[in-house]
C-alpha cells in the first residue's frame, strides 16, 4: 500500500458539503485550508467565513468540541490557491457543473504538489469528464469521494476511480477513510449516481409511484418504512424534507436522462403530485413545508400537518394502525421482523411485498454495472441512508427462494445470476463460518469472505458459537485470544440484576482461566442507564431493604469493574447514559467510538448517581484540589456536570466534561473496529502486567467548607425560579455526598464510605413523591418531568 501521510488537507467550495467536510477533517485533527470565492464588496474571505460559521451553528454540531475550527484556515480562490501547494490532498466540492470544476481543476494543476492527491466530491457528474485534459500525474492521483450529508453523521464514503487513477491510491483511500475517518468506505464505478443514490433514489421513486397506485397517506407510509422495517425514524416523506425534494428530483432527473437502458427507466419520471410539488416550491424544511408543514394551533401550540397527496391540501395527522407492525413490537431482531412484513396480510405487509420485491429485481439487475460484488451494495444502503440491513440482507431474511416466487406474482423476475445460484444449490447471499462473515461470489459461484472483515469484531457472527454463558438481559462471549466480552441486549440496553449478574460472573471466569475483558456491543445503543421501571417498583412497594440490595449490588459490580485481577475495557458509543456511564467512570480502560453521548442523567428521574458515579466525582474532585480556592472551583464544575445532567456531544466533549481521564481512553473512529480496538486494548493490558489497583482511602472531601457553597448556590438558583425546590433537595443531597457529609474540616475518607453515601442519598430521595412522579413519567411517557 502507498505510503503517504495526510498531515493538511485543501477543500475547495464551502456550501452545505465543503464546510462540513472540511470540520469532519478537523475534528480528527487534520489541519484543513477551506478556500471559497471571493465576496465581491467587503472582506474577500466574506463568503467562506459567513459559511463555516453557518455550519459550526447547525443542530447538530459538524464538530466534535468548539476548539475543532482552530484546525480550519479561510481564503478565497483569488488570493490562497497557491498555499494548496503545502497540501497532501485538495479535495473539490463546488456546484455540480463540469465547466466550473474544470477551471477549479486547471487551476489546481497549476499550484499542487505532484503526487498529491485530489478528489472531488461530485454526486452526479461522471469522475472520468473531470479529469479529461489534465496531466499523468494529476489523473493518477485523481478520484471520487463522495461524502454524504452530514459527513460527521452518515458513514458513507464511495470511492470511485477512474481509469486512470493509480490502484494504490484507492486501496489507500478505502483504508483511510474506514480507519481515520471512520467511514464504511465502498469502492464504487464511475456509473450514474455510483450505487447509494442509484439504489436509493430507486426505492424512493418506486415508493412514490407505489403510494398513488396503493392510495396511501404520507403517515402510513412513514408509519410503514420507520423503524419497524430497521429503517431510520424520519422513514421516507420526512427524510425527504430533511434532505430537500430538489435534490432527490434532481438526482431522479440525472437517473432519467443517464439510464436509458435501465429497465425501472420510467419509474424516474416525478409523479403528478410530485411535479406539483416542485412546481409549488414545496421543497420540505428549507421552504418551511413538504410532505409536512408545522402551524401554529389558535392557542399557539406546534403542530405538525401532514400533507393529502389527492387534494394537495395540509391537513392534521391521522394515527396509523396495522395488525402487522403490532406483531414486530415484540421482535427485537430485525430480520425476524421482515418475515413478519413478508407475510403481513394488512396494507404494511402489501407496501412490503410491493416495494421489496421490485427492490430485489432492480438491485439483482445491478450487478455487474454498478458494481461487481452484492455486499458492496448492502454497506452503500447501510451506510448512506441508514438501512440496518442492505437490501441483499433484507431477501436473505425473507428467504431467497421464497422471495423468487412471490416476486413472480406481482411481475418482477430476479436477474439470471439469483436462478442459477438457487440451481446450484446456494440459498443464501452471505453466510458466517469461523466467525467471519462470507458472501456469494457470483463469478466463482462460491462464498467469499467479505475483505477487510478480519479487522472488526461483529458479535452476531460469534453468537452461535462462541456464547458460553447468558441470560435474559445479557451474554458472555469468547472473542478469542484470552479475551471475554458482556454483551447487553436488554430494551435500550438498560441495566438491570440480570447485567450485573452477567458482568460478575464474566470477572470470575476472566480471573480464573482468561486474560481480560471487554464490556461492549453492537446494539444502537451503548446503555441507556439503570432499569428505572425496576426501581420505581421497589420504591412504590416501599421494599427498602430490596432496593438498598440492588443499589448496593450495582455499586459493588462498578467497583469490581476497577478492582480484579484482570484488565476490563468498557467499549461505548451513542447513548451511554447513567450506568452505562458509571461502568465506564470505573474501567481500566474505555475505547469509546467517536460518536459517544456519555452522562449522568440521574436528575431527571429526581435521584442522584447511585452505582458509584457520584463516589468517583468525588474522588476526581479530590485528585484535582491544588489549594482551597481551587479546591472549590473544582468542587463546584463536578457539582455541576451532574446536577445540570451533561451529556457529551461526542467522544471528545465527554473528556472535556470529566468523564474520561488522561491516557485511560482511546477513540475508534470507525464504530465498526470498536470491539476489535477494545480487544487489542485489554491484551495490551495483560501483557503489560496488569496488576489490580489498590482501592483508596485518601479521597480528600471538604465536609461543612464545601456544604456552604453547595447550599448557597442551590439557594441562588431556587430563588432565582431556575431550579424546583425538588430540585433543591436534590443537589443539596448531591453535594453532601461529594463533600463527604457535614465532616467539621476537610477529611481523608475511603471509597466505601462516599459509597455508603450515595447509597443513603439515593435510597432517602426513592422515598419522595416528586422523585416517584418524574420517575413514572419516564417509565410510562418517556418524557422528563421537572416538578
Known amino acids: 500500500m502507498m505510503n503517504k501521510r495526510i498531515n493538511k488537507v485543501a477543500v475547495l467550495g464551502s456550501g452545505i458539503m465543503g464546510s462540513r467536510i472540511a470540520c469532519h477533517f478537523a475534528n480528527i485533527g487534520v489541519e484543513v485550508l477551506l478556500l471559497d470565492i471571493p465576496a465581491k464588496e467587503g472582506d474577500k474571505n466574506g463568503i467562506v467565513n459567513k459559511a463555516l460559521e453557518t455550519a459550526v451553528k447547525t443542530n447538530p454540531s459538524p464538530v466534535y468540541t468548539k476548539s475543532v475550527v482552530n484546525k480550519i484556515t479561510t481564503g478565497n480562490f483569488e488570493d490562497d490557491m497557491k498555499k494548496i501547494s503545502a497540501y497532501d490532498w485538495v479535495i473539490e466540492v463546488v456546484v455540480e457543473n463540469l465547466d466550473i470544476k474544470k477551471q477549479v481543476f486547471e487551476q489546481v494543476e497549476q499550484h499542487r504538489k505532484p503526487g498529491s492527491i485530489i478528489s472531488s466530491n461530485t454526486s452526479g457528474i461522471p469522475i472520468h469528464m473531470m479529469a479529461e485534459g489534465r496531466s499523468e500525474d494529476f489523473k493518477a492521483n485523481f478520484c471520487g469521494t463522495h461524502f454524504f450529508n452530514p459527513p460527521r453523521y452518515l458513514r458513507l464514503l464511495e470511492i470511485i476511480p477512474t481509469p486512470y487513477t493509480n490502484p494504490e491510491l484507492v486501496d489507500f483511500l478505502m483504508h483511510y477513510g474506514d480507519k481515520f475517518l471512520g467511514k464504511t468506505t465502498v469502492l464504487c464505478k464511475d456509473t450514474p449516481a455510483f450505487i447509494a443514490n442509484r439504489v436509493g433514489v430507486y426505492s424512493i421513486m418506486a415508493l412514490l409511484h407505489l403510494v398513488e397506485k396503493m392510495d396511501l397517506t404520507v403517515e402510513e407510509v412513514d408509519k410503514y418504512t420507520g423503524p419497524a422495517l430497521g429503517r431510520p425514524k424520519s422513514a421516507t416523506f420526512r427524510t425527504t424534507d430533511v434532505v430537500g425534494l430538489d435534490t432527490m428530483i434532481k438526482v431522479a432527473k440525472g437517473l432519467y436522462d443517464n439510464c436509458p437502458e435501465d429497465k425501472a427507466h420510467e419509474l424516474f419520471k416525478l409523479p403528478e403530485y410530485v411535479a406539483k410539488m416542485e412546481q409549488n416550491n414545496w421543497l420540505g424544511d428549507k421552504t418551511s413545508q413538504g410532505f409536512y408543514k408545522k402551524t401554529k394551533t389558535p392557542e399557539g401550540k406546534t403542530e405538525i400537518l401532514a400533507l393529502d397527496l389527492k387534494t394537495l391540501t395540509y391537513k392534521p395527522q391521522v394515527k396509523v394502525k396495522s395488525a402487522t ?296 474532585a479530590s485528585d484535582e484540589f491544588k489549594s482551597e480556592q481551587i479546591a472549590q472551583n473544582v468542587l463546584k464544575e463536578r457539582f455541576l456536570t451532574i446536577g445540570m445532567a451533561k451529556v457529551s456531544t461526542s467522544a471528545e466533549e465527554a473528556f472535556d466534561l470529566g468523564y474520561l481521564q488522561q491516557d485511560k481512553y482511546s477513540i475508534s473512529m470507525n464504530r465498526s473496529r470498536l470491539i476489535a480496538d477494545a480487544k487489542a486494548k485489554a491484551i495490551e493490558l495483560a501483557e503489560a502486567g496488569y496488576t489490580m489497583p489498590v482501592k483508596r482511602k485518601d479521597i480528600k472531601v471538604l465536609g461543612k467548607q464545601g456544604l456552604g457553597i453547595v447550599y448557597a448556590g442551590a439557594n441562588s438558583m431556587y430563588s432565582g425560579k431556575y431550579i424546583s425546590e425538588h430540585d433543591k433537595k436534590i443537589s443539596e443531597k448531591l453535594g453532601y455526598v461529594l463533600c463527604g457529609g457535614d465532616l467539621s474540616a476537610p477529611t481523608e475518607v475511603t471509597e466505601q464510605y462516599l459509597l455508603d453515601l450515595e447509597r443513603e442519598a439515593f435510597l432517602s430521595l426513592c422515598g419522595e413523591r416528586k422523585t416517584l412522579e418524574r420517575i413514572q413519567s419516564i417509565v410510562t411517557k418517556g418524557k422528563p418531568l421537572r416538578n
Open 325 to 620: 407492525l403490532d406483531m414486530t413490537k415484540s421482535i427485537d431482531n430485525v430480520r425476524e421482523r421482515m418475515k413478519v412484513f413478508a407475510a403481513g396480510r394488512d396494507k404494511a405487509g402489501e407496501l412490503f411485498r410491493a416495494s421489496f420485491f421490485g427492490l430485489f429485481e432492480y438491485v439483482s439487475d445491478r450487478i455487474p454495472e454498478i458494481s461487481n460484488e452484492l455486499y458492496r451494495i448492502d454497506d452503500a444502503m447501510r451506510a448512506g441512508f441508514g438501512w440496518e440491513l442492505g437490501p441483499f440482507e433484507v431477501w436473505d431474511a425473507v428467504g431467497i427462494t421464497e422471495a423468487v416466487e412471490g416476486m413472480r406474482k406481482y411481475g418482477h423476475v430476479a436477474a439470471p445470476w439469483v436462478h442459477e445460484m438457487l440451481a446450484a444449490g446456494h440459498t443464501s447471499f452471505y453466510k458466517v463460518a469461523e466467525g467471519i462473515k462470507l458472501y456469494y461470489d457470483i463469478p466463482s459461484k462460491s462464498y467469499v469472505p467479505v475483505p477487510g472483515a478480519e479487522a472488526f469484531i461483529v458479535l452476531d457472527n460469534l453468537r452461535a458459537k462462541q456464547t458460553l454463558w447468558k441470560n435474559a438481559g445479557a451474554s458472555i462471549i469468547d472473542l478469542g485470544d484470552g479475551i471475554l466480552n458482556v454483551e447487553f441486549h436488554s430494551k435500550m440496553n438498560t441495566i438491570g440484576g440480570d447485567t450485573l449478574q452477567a458482568i460478575n460472573k464474566a470477572i470470575d471466569m476472566a480471573e480464573k482461566d482468561y486474560r481480560g475483558l471487554v464490556i461492549g456491543n453492537d446494539g444502537a445503543n451503548f446503555s441507556a442507564g439503570a432499569n428505572v421501571g425496576m426501581i420505581f417498583m421497589m420504591a412504590v412497594e416501599q421494599e427498602w431493604d430490596e432496593l438498598n440490595m440492588a443499589i448496593r449490588m450495582f455499586q459493588n459490580t462498578s467497583m469490581r469493574i476497577r478492582y480484579s485481577s484482570i484488565p476490563v475495557v468498557v467499549a461505548p458509543h451513542n447513548l451511554t447514559l447513567g450506568g452505562g456511564c458509571e461502568f465506564s467512570l470505573h474501567a481500566d480502560h474505555v475505547q469509546l467510538n467517536a460518536e459517544t453521548y456519555m452522562g449522568l442523567v440521574e436528575f431527571g428521574v429526581g435521584v442522584i448517581p447511585g452505582g458509584g458515579g457520584t463516589k468517583e466525582f468525588a474522588l476526581r
